[in-house]
C-alpha cells in the first residue's frame, strides 16, 4: 500500500506565500514523477507543476514565475512554493506520484487527499 500526506495549506492574503509539501510512503520500489494539480470550486482539476526523478520541471503558465515545485528523493517528498499568491490560486491542491510499488512492480498514479489554498484579503 502507498500513502501521500499533504501538508501546508491555509489563508494567505494577497501577495503572500505558502509551502505545500507531500511525502509518499509504504510499499515503494521507485518514484517516478511527481506533481501538484488544483481544483476550484466549479471547475475541473488542472496541473499546477510537475517534476520528473531527474529533475524536469513543467509548470502551468498561470504560475510560471511565482510557484517552484522542488523534490528530496531521499525523503520521497515533493515541494511547491506558492509566492504572489493571487486570489486565482484559491483551490484544493492535490499532490500526485507515479510509483512503482515494491509488492507488484506495476506502477499506478497516487493521489493525497488534499489540501486547501485559500488566497483572500
Known amino acids: 500500500q502507498v500513502q501521500l500526506v499533504e501538508s501546508g495549506g491555509g489563508l494567505v492574503q494577497p501577495g503572500g506565500s505558502l509551502r505545500l509539501s507531500c511525502t509518499a510512503s509504504?510499499?515503494?520500489?521507485?518514484?517516478?514523477?511527481m506533481g501538484w494539480y488544483r481544483q476550484a470550486p466549479g471547475k475541473e482539476r488542472e496541473l499546477v507543476a510537475t517534476?520528473?526523478?531527474?529533475?524536469?520541471?513543467n509548470y502551468e503558465d498561470a504560475v510560471k514565475g511565482r510557484f517552484t515545485i522542488s523534490r528530496d528523493n531521499a525523503k520521497n517528498t515533493v515541494y511547491l512554493q506558492m509566492n504572489n499568491l493571487k486570489p486565482d490560486d484559491t483551490a484544493v491542491y492535490y499532490c500526485?506520484?507515479?510509483?512503482?510499488?515494491?509488492?507488484?512492480?506495476?506502477?499506478?498514479?497516487?493521489w493525497g487527499q488534499g489540501t486547501q489554498v485559500t488566497v483572500s484579503s
Open positions: 500526485n506520484a507515479n510509483i512503482i510499488n515494491s509488492q507488484t512492480d506495476y506502477s499506478s498514479d497516487y
Open positions: 509504504g510499499s515503494i520500489l521507485r518514484i517516478r514523477h
Open positions: 517534476i520528473t526523478s531527474s529533475g524536469s520541471i
